[in-house]
């Protein structure tokens, strides 16, 4: 009896450490079912739409269409539509036909004979293509006019380019009779499209070059969103803009600097903070009838790929442009999660696939389902822009307390540069001072009144210590708003003021303008867990190691030996061509804990190479570029054990690190 | 418009003095088409210039000449005086000819006069066994009367009766210790039957049923079956190996350079990465190495440099082949001979081939190559050289090492396979080195498929066997995106069909809109069907496996009746041949064309070949591809 009671209390907590990387707060309020798939079905999603009487299309990388009924219950039934077609991206369901999005052709399916096959593969319009894998092609998304919008890929030579085949990083709308006319330029991975209930239309771009981080641009006629090869095509006749590529500045300033010289270049509505906000932001989805909540009614729901979570994002319109918000919303997706779509009864259906790209959840493809409780969570339901600083609205009422505290809070800004160099740093951080604390009088608002807001930085707002009037803190306590519009108004009245105002948190202290240095092996500063010289009093190294990098994100040795307290010159060679990584040595089964904990820098992360300040880190290397190496030097710990080294970038602790072992 | 991706293969190097090489030529390989070299042919056997049968039709017709090795055994059978055995005798051999039978004939490739090579009419047959077209015949028990051993083609890849197959065998002779013991079995290394490899590494345990002899040697001579039906050989090379070729006189020395690259930037257009002045540049690493191997080369960052020297036995025209992954240059004393730098850098595909011929004298040669690898596909990195003596035959030999070769690194293979239904799958397809991107393929339970460009409404390919082969399409990422076909293939004309009277490409169709495809036909055997406008006129377009089997039958149905056009049904480098049944054998017997009498076939020279053009009457015209 006595054991059987000990298991029960046990087992929660393997559970619980089990599902740790999905928070299990946020299981607590959306539940997220897998559909099974039949054995034998490669359903590696690349377009997902509800039909009318509640089925699921489901369309694949492989060129087929899957039709899913029942997927509410434990019994899903799949029934293949189409066959065949090369990699469709984007499907969706009008006036009584379902139209795919296939590399080179965008497809209208019908099935005459009603047997549930489709027998008609009408091309609508198709364009042309080079041959290369990269230039993918998305949509459609219709207008009121039966118009079709659709986003093109560039192809991938090394970087961008889209001078290989026409249109390539352009928006184009197709009219009813398939006739293909431009609309906006500069687009890089346009993976997602998306038109809300006011008629405007929103893409969402990927980290790359001349993409900083991943964010979500909204896209009228003539619109240039930022990746310049695209402008190879603005000469020809029925281009929207005469912008050039030589008219495109590459200095690394923020894309604000270019947007004062290119007129039609589009500032960005929401950033997605690289690595804090996913890796490859995808599919968005409106929430008109906030399925997941009144309080998130008319919100967006964004996907991120890589870190197979889903994100929330808000909007609002200053001065008649768009800019918002975004916040995190729920990981733990099977997979990376490329599309979204609404069920007929409120739920989220996710598709994924990660071929080709590893994503956090490690399942190769999937299909699962999000269904909110009906529990109100305390969150951060929105942050608007006022005049002199922003204003958080939260799910249920704060205890005045916390709110009223300004160490509660911590509000960061920072930048990205625009440069036809792959991705950014966050550059020009600056840490704000908040003037003063307003609560309404329901207690559900907070304005924070600040004089140093800076017009087109991306404010990171993170309420830590606020805590409910209940007691309960926030399921998510960070935001980040894009201001790139100051509303008017008036300003805050802080004559009744009650707060004391506290010194700023440590940390870095105010106006760092400069620019960031870019994370590069040279310029790191010796210390004793980082030395890239080899110290005096050694003689020669007892140990030369060299470890590199193998696609997927991993280590190319899974484990080294050395002998303890042994003279140790470790070189690391970061071979990858497109992503960052660093190495960091741990103590014995702390890889997790550095890599949460390092991703918990936030912002300041990336000028801290992401190497938490910890007595269990080690020795490490700073953040490395692609293709570029860093040897430091250190001692082996004395003690024997199996040492972790990890990566800590963002996200890549769970794949990517090895043991350094150290044996007698 | 679509770029195209340019040919790689450049053909035309220094312009050799023919006549001088042959006279100074010591052949490597050597060829077999003169009776003269045989012992003792019987009058089965004949040379002749030309030719040619029928689908059906049980004889071969030939016309008068030298170049084609025919047997015509009239009224009498299995006479082994027929059998056209060699003078010389081979040990390791590379072989390869060509072969033609008329329907139900039947023949050998006897290797060492011992191991055959089944020649037969297999003809349409989907499990083919022992004793199909290239199957390993089966060994005889005289004792118990019964067949034992025989190993059957991977595949039935066998042509129809009177149509020219390729054949291509490498074979190891059975190895004997100093007393005569046997030590190892003979092997075929490697059998391709009309481009499809039917047998890797099977050994053969000892002479096949009805073998010139029963006991095993080191050499033995080659035997060509002739006592079985007409049949006719051509082409006939081999080369005996173990004789001394072009080597590599150790060491090779390389050089790594870092940041050795440069890039040039000409407007829009940038260049193939080449190395900067390396007279000014200090490697980070040298070495030696005993062949040529690029294996360490880290990133495309780095600039690997090669020298050494090789040793030529002989003077004459030589061959040299490069598969590289990234981008590589090649000088042979100081010349430049094979580079990629005048080429654009986008489009390049998975493993690139430069071919370049030279004349060289006897004795020591220098080269110096030039390699980095390709900057996104760092993980790739690969350069293998070889040499062949002369310019189009004969056996490549390896001047590197094994693991400086493209290694395979697909670790899944995706097939899509035809149930009782038809199936398509659309894809990137290679056409002329030109990637087509809007083409499907489509493939039948009846095992003959074809590809298809839908924005031209033109046939790529044709094939019998398996299905497609979509690795470069679902591995990983697919960076090619391209489907292959799965059997035996034969290139179509890849062009739109309606010209004008004359055979010329007619204006009016020019504006070809692919409307999309239908799936249609008898219940049970729907297949797509696709539809274009072209100006005011729409016509439907399709293809479908032809009556029993023999190949596929194109189906165009125009809405209104095309009497001002005319359709190009055919391309042909080596023009056509009219038969008595009306059919045309097209570019020297490589497939068969039937074509409505009624629709006035005739064919028209072209720049670059013959075409074969129709003008149908009414709305309805087909004709079949038989193969």
């Not at chain 2, 037969?120 to 199957?135: E, N, Q």
Request: charged residues 20%; glycine residues 10%; aromatic residues 10%.
């Amino acid at each position: 009896m006595k054991k059987y009671l000990l298991f029960c209390t046990l087992l929660p907590g393997f559970l619980h450490l089990l599902s740790a990387q999905s928070s299990p707060a946020e299981a607590d309020f959306y539940t997220l079912r897998t559909l099974p798939i039949p054995d034998g079905i490669s359903l590696e999603v690349g377009g997902l739409t509800t039909l009318p009487d509640g089925k699921l299309a489901v369309s694949t990388r492989r060129g087929e269409i899957w039709m899913v009924e029942n997927p509410y219950t434990l019994t899903p039934y799949y029934k293949r539509f189409a066959q065949g077609m090369h990699e469709v991206l984007g499907l969706s369901w009008h006036k009584g036909a379902l139209y795919a999005v296939q590399r080179g052709e965008l497809t209208r399916l019908k099935d005459g004979d009603g047997d549930g096959v489709a027998d008609a593969y009408e091309n609508v319009a198709n364009w042309d293509l080079a041959g290369n894998y990269h230039e993918y092609s998305y949509g459609p998304v219709f207008d009121e006019e039966d118009n079709m919008y659709l986003t093109f890929n560039v192809a991938w030579v090394g970087f961008g380019e889209a001078k290989l085949s026409k249109w390539r990083g352009w928006m184009v709308k197709v009219s009813p009779n398939g006739i293909l006319s431009p609309i906006a330029s500069g687009l890089r991975s346009p993976a997602g499209l998306m038109r809300n209930t006011a008629g405007a239309l929103f893409y969402s771009e990927n980290q790359g070059d001349w993409v900083g981080s991943g964010r979500i641009t909204h896209l009228e006629r003539g619109d240039f969103a930022g990746h310049a090869s695209s402008l190879v095509w603005s000469g020809e006749p029925q281009s929207p803009m005469t912008t050039r590529i030589a008219d495109i500045p590459d200095t690394g300033e923020p894309m604000y600097k270019a947007a004062e010289k290119v007129k039609n270049l589009k500032l960005p509505a929401v950033w997605f903070p690289h690595a804090l906000m996913g890796i490859s932001t995808a599919d968005m989805l409106e929430d008109i009838h906030g399925n997941m909540g009144p309080f998130f009614r008319g919100h967006y729901f964004v996907s991120d790929q890589g870190h197979s979570k889903l994100m929330r994002m808000t909007l609002e319109k200053i001065n008649g442009q768009y800019q918002g918000a975004c916040f995190p919303f729920r990981e733990g997706w099977q997979s990376g999660l490329l599309r979204l779509s609404w069920g007929a009864d409120g739920s989220l259906f996710g598709g994924m696939t990660s071929r080709g790209w590893s994503s956090t959840g490690k399942d190769l493809f999937g299909l699962q389902r999000l269904s909110w409780n009906g529990q109100t969570p305390f969150e951060m339901a929105n942050i608007r822009a006022m005049p002199d600083g922003f204003e958080i609205q939260f799910t249920r009422p704060v205890d005045p307390a916390s709110a009223s505290k300004v160490n509660s809070y911590e509000i960061n800004s920072f930048n990205y540069q625009y440069h036809h160099h792959y991705g950014s740093p966050a550059i020009e951080p600056l840490v704000h001072k908040l003037k003063g604390i307003l609560i309404s009088p329901d207690r559900m608002k907070v304005r924070l009144v600040m004089s140093d807001c800076r017009r087109f930085y991306i404010h990171e707002i993170r309420p830590k210590s606020v805590r409910s009037e209940s007691g309960e803190a926030l399921l998510h306590d960070v935001g980040y708003y894009t201001l790139n519009q100051v509303p008017q108004g008036e300003m805050a009245d802080l004559s009744a003021n009650q707060l004391t105002l506290e010194q700023s948190p440590s940390g870095m202290h105010s106006h760092q303008s400069v620019i960031a240095v870019q994370p590069n092996n040279k310029k790191s500063k010796a210390t004793p867990k980082h030395r890239t010289t080899m110290p005096e009093d050694w003689v020669a190294p007892d140990v030369e190691l060299v470890i590199g990098t193998i696609p997927g994100m991993k280590y190319d040795l899974d484990e080294v030996l050395v002998k303890p307290g042994a003279r140790v010159k470790l070189t690391f060679n970061n071979l990858d061509d497109d992503m960052t990584h660093n190495l960091v040595i741990v103590q014995p089964g702390t890889a997790d804990e550095i890599g949460m904990a390092a991703f918990g820098l936030g912002v300041k992360g990336s000028q801290m190479s992401y190497v938490p300040l910890s007595n269990k880190v080690l020795f490490h290397t700073t953040l490395l570029q692609p293709e570029t190496s860093q040897t430091i030097y250190f001692k082996a710990p004395v003690k024997p054990g199996s040492y972790d080294f990890v990566c800590t970038y963002p996200g890549h602790h769970v794949a990517m690190r090895g043991l350094l072992r150290v044996v007698p | 418009m679509t770029p195209s991706l340019p040919q790689r293969i450049c053909l035309t190097g220094l312009l050799p003095l023919l006549l001088m090489t042959r006279l100074l030529f010591a052949q490597s390989y050597e060829a077999l088409d003169r009776l003269s070299v045989f012992r003792n042919p019987s009058s089965s056997w004949q040379e002749v210039a030309e030719v040619w049968g029928m689908p059906r039709e049980v004889n071969l017709e030939s016309s008068p000449g030298r170049g084609v090795l025919l047997c015509a055994p009239k009224n009498r059978l299995y006479r082994p005086e027929d059998h056209l055995i060699t003078q010389m005798e081979h040990g390791d051999l590379d072989l390869s000819l060509e072969v033609m039978i008329p329907a139900h004939s039947n023949s050998g490739i006897y290797l060492q006069g011992r191991y055959e090579i089944q020649v037969a009419d297999s003809w349409g047959k989907v499990s083919p066994s022992f004793s199909d077209a290239g199957g390993v015949y089966q060994r005889w028990d005289e004792v118990t009367g019964k067949g034992y051993g025989g190993h059957a083609p991977r595949f039935n890849a066998a042509k129809a009766p009177g149509l020219w197959n390729h054949i291509r065998i490498r074979f190891q002779a059975p190895r004997f210790d100093a007393a005569g013991r046997k030590t190892s079995d003979a092997m075929l290394l490697l059998v391709t039957w009309n481009g499809l490899v039917i047998h890797e590494n099977v050994p053969l345990s000892g002479p096949t049923r009805a073998a010139a002899y029963s006991d095993e040697k080191p050499t033995g001579p080659l035997l060509f079956q002739g006592d079985h039906g007409p049949v006719a050989y051509r082409h006939i090379r081999l080369t005996r190996m173990g004789n001394p070729d072009i080597r590599i006189v150790p060491p090779v020395k390389y050089a790594i350079y870092e940041n050795a690259i440069t890039r040039e930037q000409k407007g829009a257009i940038q260049s193939v990465p080449k190395a900067k002045d390396l007279t000014m540049l200090t490697p980070v690493k040298t070495g030696e190495t005993a062949l040529i191997d690029v294996s360490m080369s880290r990133r495309g960052t780095q600039y690997y440099l090669l020298t050494g020297q090789f040793e030529v036995p002989d003077p004459g025209l030589y061959a040299f082949k490069a598969n590289y992954h990234g981008y590589a240059r090649v000088e042979i004393d100081g010349q430049l001979l094979l580079s990629d730098e005048a080429l654009p850098w986008y489009g390049l595909g998975f493993n690139e081939e430069m071919m370049e011929t030279k004349q060289l004298s006897a004795g020591r040669h220098s080269f110096r190559i030039g390699y980095t690898h390709r900057d996104w596909d760092r993980h790739l990195r690969a350069l293998a050289l070889y040499v062949r003596a002369g310019a189009k035959e004969g056996n490549w030999q390896a001047l590197h090492d094994k693991k400086s070769e493209m290694e395979f690194s697909r670790t899944v293979m995706h097939e899509v396979i035809p149930g009782n239904q038809s199936v398509f799958q659309r894809s990137f397809v290679n056409f002329d080195s030109v990637k087509r991107t809007h083409a499907i393929n489509v493939g039948f339970p009846e095992a003959v498929h074809y590809s298809y460009d839908t924005r031209k409404a033109a046939i790529l390919y044709v094939w019998r066997g398996r299905f497609l082969n979509t690795t470069e399409m679902w591995f990983d990422r697919g960076t090619e995106q391209t489907a292959e076909p799965l059997g035996m293939t034969q290139r179509m004309s890849g062009l739109f069909p309606v010209l004008d009277l004359d055979g010329n490409p007619t204006p009016g169709w020019d504006s070809l809109r692919y409307l999309g495809m239908n799936i249609e036909g008898t219940e049970g055997r729907k297949a797509p069907r696709f539809s274009y406008q072209a100006g005011a006129r729409f016509f439907k377009d399709w293809l479908e496996p032809g009556p029993n089997n023999q190949g596929l039958t194109r189906h165009t149905e125009f809405a209104s009746p095309v009497a001002d056009q005319s359709i190009l049904v055919a391309t042909a480098k080596k023009g056509f041949r009219k038969l008595a049944d009306g059919s045309y054998s097209v570019d020297d017997a490589a497939w068969y064309i039937l074509v409505p009498s009624e629709s006035n076939p005739r064919v028209v020279e072209n720049p670059g070949g013959h075409w074969l053009i129709c003008s149908p009457t009414g709305v309805h015209f087909s004709y079949q591809i038989i193969f």
